[in-house]
T-cell receptor, first 112, second 113 residues
Framework: GQSLEQPSEVTAVEGAIVQINCTYQ??????LSWYQQHDGGAPTFLSY????GLEETGRFSSFLSRSDSYGYLLLQELQMKDSASYFC?????????????FGAGTRLFVKA | DTEVTQTPKHLVMGMTNKKSLKCEQH?????MYWYKQKAKKPPELMFV???????INESVPSRFSPECPNSSLLNLHLHALQPEDSALYLC????????????FGPGTRLTVT
């Protein structure tokens, strides 16, 4: 089966750094993605890790440890517009091909 | 053009109605997806089309019937839905099936009365 765990809510102040963790148990694991979704909006792709280590894209970084079945999204220099839901998603292969399975999501509240 | 469009934005239908949701992309992507998202929940995969052929059906009830008329279009035909089917229906596309970067449309907010 597939399961992902991430905190349901995180609150941080503007300008701070926040880390959103994700642990997974997935057969056929290939990689871990992160998506952002504002209320009423569509999910938008942020990053993907297939190999262990840190990937940096501007203010956002994502980390993966395959041996620990663990990853995180790091958001730096938080801005009010970063208030949104963040989903980790595993990319896994099984019968029928690759699938993307989303975690339950973490709601990030950024305070002034 | 990196946009996935969906129509209609909102849909209210009775349990005996038949309606269709439409999705379009012009990025040359060969994979298209339907997801269902309930409030404060993650998107749940329903169907995957790869090169216009259905490759994954996540045991979705037959009252939901997908169709991929061509590589740019994806439809979801709805019939005899239940109130619990009320949700946001998201369409997505990617270069190839299972690619990690999927482009999502804005969704259709469906209410079944």
């Amino acid at each position: 089966g597939q399961s992902l765990e991430q905190p349901s809510e995180v609150t941080a102040v503007e300008g701070a750094i926040v880390q959103i963790n994700c642990t997974y148990q997935t057969s056929g694991f290939y990689g871990l993605s992160w998506y952002q979704q504002h209320d009423g909006g569509a999910p938008t792709f942020l990053s993907y890790n297939a190999l262990d280590g840190l990937e940096e894209t501007g203010r956002f970084s994502s980390f993966l440890s395959r041996s620990d079945s663990y990853g995180y999204l790091l958001l730096q220099e938080l801005q009010m517009k970063d208030s949104a839901s963040y989903f980790c998603a595993v990319r896994a292969i099984n019968t029928g091909g690759f699938k993307t399975i989303f975690g339950a999501g973490t709601r990030l509240f950024v305070k002034a | 053009d990196t946009e996935v469009t969906q129509t209609p934005k909102h849909l209210v239908m009775g349990m005996t109605n038949k309606k269709s949701l439409k999705c379009e992309q012009h990025m040359g992507h060969r994979a298209m997806y339907w997801y269902k998202q309930k409030a404060k929940k993650p998107p749940e995969l329903m169907f995957v089309y790869s090169y216009e052929k259905l490759s994954i059906n996540e045991s979705v009830p037959s009252r939901f019937s997908p169709e991929c008329p061509n590589s740019s279009l994806l439809n979801l035909h709805l019939h005899a839905l239940q109130p619990e089917d009320s949700a946001l229906y998201l369409c997505a596309s990617s270069q190839e099936s299972g690619d990690y970067e999927q482009y999502f449309g804005p969704g259709t907010r469906l209410t079944v009365t």
